[in-house]
T-cell receptor, first 110, second 112 residues
């Protein structure tokens, strides 16, 4: 099956700083990508998506960058807040299914 | 507001028992999915359905079954629970291909 990996399992940032979470995906034919946020005891929550014909997409305080050359996806969170503390994972769509990474745990230090 | 709900939130069962986890969505989505989440593995697909009477096996379907008799519900049944099936189970639904999934809050299942 497909594998989606994250470079770092944990990330700690100071409140107010920017956070960058990275993801490597394995299939160059994957055409749609999503970042999810999962808080403790809750289900994954959609944050932002990007299609393969784009290299950047911005939302509210979040930006996703897609580098198809090296099969790399990143999530940037601006002015990180305590409420951003969670596990973040990426998902790639290949064919008619999504494949999910194991996640990066983000801790925001007040 | 539309939602996707799972029940129960927590369940403890004995090895060998049959267990059914419920998933109900009011989004009117045709696509529904069941995943399990274990440390170090991420979300792994168990079964999925693209519409009423349609069911398909996922990556880790052994020991599980689903049925889709209406649009709203996709119950997941563990035929004979095993300790290896102790996990957190998530149901999800989506509008279709190239749309993100909406997840339920999960069911934590412990098999003793």
């Amino acid at each position: 099956g497909e594998s989606v990996g994250l470079h770092l399992p944990t990330l700690s940032v100071q409140e107010g700083d920017n956070s960058i979470i990275n993801c490597a995906y394995s299939n160059s034919a994957s055409d749609y990508f999503i970042w999810y946020k999962q808080e403790s005891g809750k289900g994954p929550q959609f944050i932002i998506d990007i299609r393969s014909n784009m290299d950047k997409r911005q939302g509210q305080r979040v930006t996703v960058l897609l580098n198809k050359t090296v099969k790399h996806l990143s999530l940037q969170i601006a002015a990180t807040q305590p409420g951003d503390s969670a596990v973040y994972f990426c998902a790639e769509q290949f064919g008619n299914q999504f494949y999910f990474g194991t996640g990066t745990s983000l801790t925001v230090i007040p | 507001d539309a939602e996707i709900t799972q029940s129960p939130r927590h369940k403890i069962t004995e090895t060998g028992r049959q267990v059914t986890l419920a998933c109900h969505q009011t989004w009117n989505h045709n696509n529904m999915f069941w995943y399990r989440q274990d440390l170090g593995h991420g979300l792994r697909l168990i079964h999925y359905s693209y519409g009423v009477q349609d069911t398909n096996k996922g990556e880790v379907s052994d020991g599980y079954s689903v049925s889709r008799s209406n649009t709203e519900d996709l119950p997941l049944t563990l035929e004979s629970a095993a300790s290896s099936q102790t996990s957190v189970y998530f149901c999800a639904s989506s509008e279709g291909l190239n749309y993100g999934y909406t997840f339920g809050s999960g069911t934590r299942l412990t098999v003793v």
